[in-house]
Structures are given as structure tokens and as C-alpha cells.
């Protein structure tokens, strides 16, 4: 079942820790994969330093993140990876949960050829730009509203259960987000397919 909008218009990081375990589809050039959700980041507004949307920020590139929940942002980082975000919350807040990790259960070989890998662990699908990468997800599918039945990419509810998540700060933060870098607003779950390094700390 698709997820419904309600899921989305919730807080960002509640969002964040409930798709873990969803499972997400794409279908995208006449390839289809399936992969479970094992982590994600939450990025609040306004006050988050490390969200695109901080004091207010609104560009051409993070419009999306202030589509109503249940769309995607994506966005180039760098000019070179493409990130899949999911926006949360009601329309004009800007908030998303960026997906940084997948659990690869259809498509592998699609997803190793995609990525010019044959391997099947967190090198795979374990980063948000391998897993845009494996899943056949650019910047042409930004802006998307996941709950449509005919979206390329769609989020699934469905029976796999985890016992229990971890949660620890985002990866990647700049020394310019100052105490925002500490917010434990990244989850994970017990998977080989997480991103490295699986602790980040930050003391400023």
C-alpha cells in the first residue's frame, strides 16, 4: 500500500524515523527496483543550519522543499551526486528527510550496473548518492508526489519489521553549522547496507 499523505504531514523527524523499514520502488527506464529504507536524516526549518531551507533560504534548487509533504526534493551535491529527499509537513515549512541508505531486495543487478559494482553491501546502496545512483534517480525526478499511483518512485508500507533503530548525528556537517552538527537527527537501522562511518560526533 502506498504510503497515504497524512504519513507526510507530520514532523520531519518523526517522518524520518517512521521510513525506515518503508519500502521504495522505481521504475525508470522500463528498470524496476525494490529496496527497503534502513537510513535517513531529518533537515528542520528555520532554525536548522545544516538544511537548505535555514533562515528562511528559498532558491530556484530548494523550491521543492516547500511542496507539501509527500513530494521529493532532489538536488545535485557539489554538482555531482544526486540526493533524494522527501518533504514533510504541511506546504510552505521546508523540511525533508534526505535517504541515505538502502537495503536492495529487487533489481540488484540493475543497481550493480548502475554503479559499476558487483558488490552487495553498504558500497552498493550505502550513501544518498549511491542510492540515487542504484535507483536510477536524478534531478528529473524532483518535485514528485510520491502518493500517486503512477509515480516513478513510490514508498510502500509493508510487513518488514525491525526490532529497534539507532540515531546519532547527520553525517557530513560543515564546522559552520556550529551546534546544529550535534543534532541526532540521523536513524538507522541493524543493516550491512548503512552508510560509513555508522557514529558521527561533533564537539563545538
Known amino acids: 500500500m502506498i504510503l497515504p499523505l497524512d504519513f507526510y504531514l507530520r514532523p520531519v523527524t ?121 535507483l536510477g534517480i536524478n534531478k528529473e525526478h524532483d518535485a514528485l508526489l510520491l502518493i500517486q499511483e503512477n509515480t516513478t518512485i513510490q514508498i510502500l508500507d509493508n510487513a518488514y519489521q525491525f526490532k529497534h533503530h539507532c540515531n546519532c548525528p547527520r553525517v557530513g556537517m560543515s564546522h559552520r553549522v556550529g551546534d546544529c552538527a550535534n543534532y541526532p537527527y540521523r536513524y538507522y537501522l541493524n543493516s550491512k547496507f548503512v552508510s560509513r562511518p555508522l557514529s558521527v560526533f561533533y564537539h563545538y
Do not use: F, W
Open 14 to 134: 518523526r517522518v524520518a524515523q517512521e521510513l525506515l523499514g518503508k519500502t521504495i520502488i522505481t521504475n525508470i527506464d522500463s528498470h524496476y527496483t525494490e529496496s527497503i529504507i534502513v537510513e535517513t536524516e531529518a533537515y528542520e526549518y528555520p532554525h536548522d543550519k545544516g538544511s537548505h531551507s535555514y533562515n528562511n533560504k528559498r532558491t530556484p534548487k530548494n523550491e521543492s522543499m516547500y511542496l507539501q509533504g509527500g513530494h521529493t526534493y532532489v538536488y545535485k551535491c557539489y554538482g555531482v551526486h544526486d540526493m533524494l529527499n522527501i518533504v514533510a509537513e504541511p506546504e510552505q515549512i521546508g523540511t525533508a528527510v534526505l535517504i541515505r541508505a538502502v537495503e536492495p531486495i529487487n533489481g540488484i543487478e540493475i543497481m550493480q550496473q548502475r554503479r559499476k559494482t558487483n558488490t552487495i553491501n553498504h558500497i552498493l546502496t550505502g550513501g544518498p548518492g549511491k542510492v540515487c545512483e542504484a
